[in-house]
């Protein structure tokens, strides 16, 4: 096995190393960042479900209360159409209008609980605008560790020729091979054009 085939096995060892390096440290990094993502969510639900479960109480009750109301009040009417009595009437429409007004309050307060709880920091769309940063800054540190496997897959070959190739070329040119070339007809344009034969054939006029 030569010496290039040796390095290049050694730097696709290494790119392979590297690229799997890189696998688990993203999958690692998404899993913390997913299980984060669960514990964040959960938190957030959590932390509104038991006045969510509260306002859905007061609500029904909100319904049933409403409900009583207006039923003592057309009860009243319905006597008011029988006897005549007003000051029933005007007790119970008194009533029913105080008890709304309590209703409404408790309506109204439960309202701003809720409003209040979902404002409560962090909400879902915060929890997801902070995951999507910081998988940004992670993508930078992958991104670093990328370069690192491209830069082991360059090195598998070698752009400069290697050393005996330039010798032999120098053997070429330098020892006087285009006078062999040239034979009897020593003129300097045939040695000069034997010269440049061997500079065409071994591919130097190319570079």
């Known amino acids: 096995m030569?010496?290039?085939?040796?390095?290049?096995?050694?730097?696709?060892?290494?790119?392979?190393?590297l690229a799997s390096g890189?696998?688990?440290?993203v999958r690692q990094d998404l899993r913390r960042e997913e299980v984060r993502l669960e514990e964040e969510m959960a938190d957030?639900?959590?932390?509104?479900?038991?006045?969510l479960n509260e306002v859905a109480s007061i609500q029904d009750a909100i319904i049933a209360g409403s409900s009583e109301v207006k039923r003592e009040l057309e009860k009243a009417r319905k006597?008011?159409?029988k006897s005549g009595d007003r000051d029933l009437m005007v007790t119970q429409i008194i009533g029913s209008a105080n008890r709304l007004g309590e209703l409404r309050a408790l309506h109204n307060d439960a309202v701003q609980r809720i409003q209040g709880a979902l404002a409560r920091p962090p909400s879902a769309v915060d929890?997801?605008?902070r995951m999507t940063k910081d998988l940004l800054k992670l993508s930078g540190s992958w991104e670093a560790d990328a370069r690192e496997v491209d830069e082991a897959i360059a090195d598998v070959v070698d752009a400069n020729a290697p050393f005996e190739l330039i010798e032999l070329q120098r053997e070429l040119?330098?020892?006087g091979y285009d006078l062999i070339l040239a034979?009897?007809?020593?003129?300097?344009?045939n040695i000069?054009?034997?010269?440049?034969?061997?500079?065409?054939?071994?591919?130097?006029?190319?570079n």
């Open 173 to 175: 040119n330098n020892n």
């Open 183 to 189: 034979g009897e007809n020593r003129d300097q344009e």
């Open 192 to 206: 000069d054009a034997q010269r440049a034969k061997i500079r065409e054939l071994s591919g130097e006029e190319s």
């Open 22 to 25: 890189i696998i688990d440290t």
């Open 2 to 17: 030569g010496r290039y085939e040796r390095a290049a096995k050694t730097s696709l060892k290494e790119a392979t190393a």
């Open 127 to 129: 929890i997801i605008e």
């Open 79 to 81: 006597r008011l159409v």
């Open 44 to 51: 957030r639900v959590a932390s509104i479900q038991a006045i």
